[in-house]
């Protein structure tokens, strides 16, 4: 009955529409103002985005080896800990809380102890890396985890049979979570790429990204070269998510199938 109710139909159509005007308004506002500057073309203002642009680029790539690698790593440990369910629930806390606690806390405790160390630039990469490699590492967890587990349960007789060893038996999956790893390193890559809230506490003069960039142009009401910042954002981090998930993730066939 509702399917051929042409009101319904209607209703349904009108919120999918509105709600995309006015999620895609802004961001179509900021590619018009982004692609305007492209024509345009003041190198001059292209000349200071440079060193930020490099900063985001080694700090959302570093971030995403890192919780791509530790990811896999730890979830292979809470499958090798199967037995132990005690262990592994532990574990699985022990990574997972960390989404109840506030980014700000934690960069507000690091920025408090670091004391001086603060004003060192070397010091600061390390420990935006680090916080942000915190907070996403428990979604590469979830997903890493599932998938073995269903491969374990699928292939465990086998292993079981030939008597395989634990690192053996990785090697010989490892093609069956490429896709996975794939996903997991375009997400954390675009997910860090445009972060203010770590970064913020860790700026100075001499240590920019394009968040804090974009951040001093707002402040200072320069609105259109900030939009030009924030839709390079967009489009950079766009590019790490859907290039690498569209290529790797969608359409790599699990070849168990």
Not at 7 to 21: E, P, Q, R
Not at 199 to 227: D, H, V
């Amino acid at each position: 009955i509702f399917e051929n109710n042409k009101i319904i139909k209607f209703l349904d159509n009108g919120i999918i529409y509105t709600f995309s005007l006015i999620f895609f308004s802004s961001i179509l506002f900021i590619l018009v103002i982004f692609l305007k500057q492209i024509i345009e073309l003041d190198l001059n203002f292209n000349e200071y985005i440079i060193h930020p642009l490099t900063n985001s680029i080694m700090l959302s790539n570093l971030t995403a080896i890192l919780v791509t690698f530790n990811g896999l790593v730890l979830s292979q440990i809470l499958i090798l800990m199967r037995n132990d369910y005690l262990k592994q629930q532990f574990l699985f806390l022990l990574t997972s809380i960390i989404l109840v606690v506030s980014p700000i806390i934690i960069s507000l405790g690091y920025y408090i102890n670091l004391g001086e160390l603060r004003y060192f630039n070397g010091i600061n990469f390390f420990i935006i890396i680090l916080i942000n490699f915190i907070f996403i590492l428990p979604f590469s967890i979830l997903i890493f985890f599932t998938k073995l587990k269903n491969i374990y349960i699928d292939f465990q007789d086998i292993k079981n049979s030939f008597n395989i060893s634990n690192l053996s038996f990785f090697k010989i999956i490892f093609p069956l979570i490429k896709k996975e790893i794939y996903f997991i390193y375009a997400f954390s890559t675009a997910l860090s790429f445009g972060d203010f809230t770590v970064i913020s506490f860790f700026k100075n003069e001499n240590f920019q990204t394009l968040p804090t960039l974009l951040y001093r142009l707002i402040i200072s009401y320069r609105f259109e070269e900030a939009s030009y910042v924030a839709g390079l954002i967009l489009i950079i981090s766009l590019f790490f998510y859907l290039i690498i998930d569209y290529k790797f993730y969608k359409f790599m066939p699990d070849k168990r199938i």
